[in-house]
């Protein structure tokens, strides 16, 4: 028996030496397997008691017993002092709590978009109402109704999306929404519609199959040229400065005559002439004119009760222009570091 105490007395010696030793929990885990496992010393130790006579058994068992209870408890108590020690680590090495958060980035409005609502916020103040149309649209409001019967030239410009199996395609200018809002109010209206319009144009540093116009439409008795005028200057002054002016170029569309192109004063040399307007002085923003008697007809006015002019930005054009932006692609890969220098 004093031989059984003093084996396991050994034992429990070269397991407190390991389990010392041991750096880390799997180490700790090879200690218990080499002493307590299957075919560990702790095993050979049980079967010597067969060797014992009947009477000595049991008392020999206990103290194998107790003494494994105890090698099993200072293996525990170094795996719950490794595991303090990581915490602590954790805590002091690599949280370091002064040190500054990331900053919180902040999104921008999208040029396009401040740029629409700089002008549509010109015409709210004067009165008039900002409707959006559908981009999914009839022959009829796209081409028919606005005079471009289907073999007139002026739809070659307008080379369209058709809708497979269906009579409709994305709309190629925002004017069909000026056809659905005439259609559905008699005159006086006094209405702009900002949107996206589609064509089939290759994409390039000027050109996109996406883009977006800005229309208006005023039509009441005695509408005129002049009133144009007046309100597309406003328009320029409200988006590129006080000292804008707007000029006329004789131009063609089969929705209004006469036509004109719009060109307003360079706001990059104030129309001194520089690389941005070819040396011109002017930028072209887009088309006008007082709306063709056809046109009124087809949406249900009498055109010998009133009259209307009716314009059409381009977008990029002008939120290129006002930024300082030389590719119009640059406003649709949606890079947040870009948007941001423009916010
Ligand atoms: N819808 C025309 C276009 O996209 C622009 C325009 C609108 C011209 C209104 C004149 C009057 O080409």
Redesign the pocket.
């Known amino acids: 028996m004093s031989d059984l105490t003093d084996r396991l007395a050994a034992l429990a010696a070269r397991i407190d030496a390991a389990v010392a030793a041991a750096i880390d929990e799997r180490a700790l885990d090879d200690v218990r397997v080499t002493y307590l496992g299957r075919s560990g010393e702790v095993t050979a130790i049980r079967r010597s008691i067969g060797e014992l006579p009947n009477a000595e058994r049991p008392a020999a068992g206990k103290t194998i017993n107790d003494a494994v209870v105890a090698m099993e408890a200072s293996i525990d108590a170094a795996r719950a002092s490794l595991e303090r020690k990581k915490l602590d680590a954790m805590l002091t090495d690599t949280i370091d709590v002064t040190f500054p958060p990331k900053p919180a980035i902040l999104g921008s409005l999208h040029p396009i978009r401040t740029t629409i609502e700089d002008a549509t916020r010109y015409f709210e103040r004067h009165g008039f109402a900002v409707i959006m149309g559908p981009e999914i649209e009839t022959d009829d409001n796209n081409f028919d109704a606005l005079n471009i019967p289907p073999d007139h030239p002026a739809r070659e410009g307008h080379d369209s999306f058709y809708l497979k199996g269906i009579e409709l395609l994305l709309r ?4 069909p929404a000026q056809v659905r809002a005439m259609r559905a109010n008699p005159a006086p209206i006094a209405i702009v519609n900002p949107g996206r ?1 589609y064509r089939r144009d290759e994409m390039d540093a000027r050109h996109s199959y996406m883009f977006h ?1 800005m ?1 208006g439409l005023l039509v009441a008795p005695g509408v005129h040229f002049g009133h144009l005028r007046g309100m597309l200057t406003g328009m320029c002054r409200e988006l590129f400065g006080a000292e804008q002016a707007v000029r006329f170029r004789p131009s063609f ?1 089969p ?2 005559e006469p ?1 004109a192109e719009i060109d307003t004063t360079c706001p990059g040399c104030a129309g001194a002439g520089c690389k941005t307007c070819s040396a011109s002085g002017w930028i072209e923003i ?4 007082m709306v063709h008697p056809n046109v009124l007809r087809n949406v249900g006015y009498d055109p010998s009760e009133v009259t209307g002019w ?3 930005v381009g977008v990029e054009r002008i939120a290129m222009t006002r930024y300082g932006i030389d590719d119009i692609r640059h406003l649709f890969e949606n890079d947040p570091t870009f948007l941001a220098q423009l916010a």
């Open positions: 190629t200018h925002t004017s319009a116009q229309e569309f929705f209004t036509s887009g088309g006008c004119g009716a314009f059409g």
